[in-house]
């Protein structure tokens, strides 16, 4: 299994060096640790210098697997569902350069807190109409800039639509674009699946996943609570699953702890 972990680069408040050297020291700690990558939890990649950025993760052997967009709806408010036209476009043309960055770092897009959440003014009817909208307008985008949007069911206490694998997996094949792929956040699977049924459904899928986010059920490091990491991982592996599975957790201690807790304990269950 390849690993990766979630970080930001501070974009909003650091000049182009600062970005630079921010993420070549993430390099420098996390390459030894044996990540394969490093998620990038961004704002504004217009921001970042994106071909240096691949520069120099290239030249430590690393990847960016992912993009992650949800700080688009949490920082500026712009969603796929809203009722107003014009933040829809926004969230688009926000998704849109993440794409254009994509090209260049080949990473996944994710498509997760973006799609925003029901408001009192509206009905989930409408919402999830835009949704779908807003959707297959970025999937043209996509399909124009060869790059993979990754949709991510989400537990119901953050958003409201697709919170299950089975509803997103509707939801991606009725839209049937190439470019459109389905990711699997172990938290959410935890909240959101039958705990009895999902392992034999997971191995029925798993060839249809392309992204993994792990954090145990305390939103910790694996290894924190009480999923099952081990029987996870390894319905992917047997799947000859080739992507890669991102910690996205609180970071608490710290960063460090987090990266480093969690290679000692994939070591401890046998995935690494
Ligand atoms: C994003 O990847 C995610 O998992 C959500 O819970 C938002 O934090
Ligand atoms: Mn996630």
């Not at 609180?250 to 994939?266: G, H, L, N, R, W």
């Amino acid at each position: 299994m390849k690993f990766s972990i979630v970080s930001g680069l501070n974009e909003l408040n650091s000049s182009e060096k600062q970005i630079l050297d921010k993420y070549s020291q993430l390099c420098e700690f996390l390459s030894p640790l044996s990540f394969k990558g490093i998620e990038l939890a961004i704002l504004k990649p217009e921001n970042i210098p994106v071909k240096e950025i691949k520069g120099i993760s290239d030249s430590y052997g690393m990847e960016i697997p992912a993009l992650g967009t949800g700080s688009t709806f949490l920082r500026f408010r712009y969603s796929f569902g809203d009722l107003d036209s014009n933040i829809r476009e926004k969230a688009i043309d926000r998704i849109k350069k993440y794409i254009e960055f994509s090209t260049i770092s080949n990473s996944k897009v994710i498509i997760g807190l973006i799609r925003g959440r029901f408001t009192y003014k509206n009905n989930p009817e409408t919402e999830k109409r835009n949704i779908i909208d807003s959707l297959k307008k970025c999937c043209r985008l996509a399909e124009d800039s060869n790059v993979e949007l990754i949709f991510e069911p989400i537990n119901r206490f953050e958003i409201d639509s697709y919170n299950t694998i089975k509803d997103t997996l509707e939801m991606i094949e009725e839209i049937g674009s190439e470019n459109l792929k389905l990711m699997v956040d172990s938290f959410h699977t935890h909240l959101e699946e039958d705990p009895i049924t999902i392992w034999d459904y997971l191995d029925s899928i798993a060839k249809k996943v392309s992204h993994l986010h792990l954090s145990d059920d305390t939103r910790r490091a694996p290894g924190t609570g009480h999923f099952n990491f081990r029987r996870f991982l390894n319905i992917f592996e047997k799947n000859n699953y080739k992507g890669f599975a991102s910690v996205e957790t609180i970071m608490k201690p710290s960063f460090e702890d987090v990266a480093k807790q969690t290679i000692t304990y994939m070591k401890s269950i046998n995935i690494l």
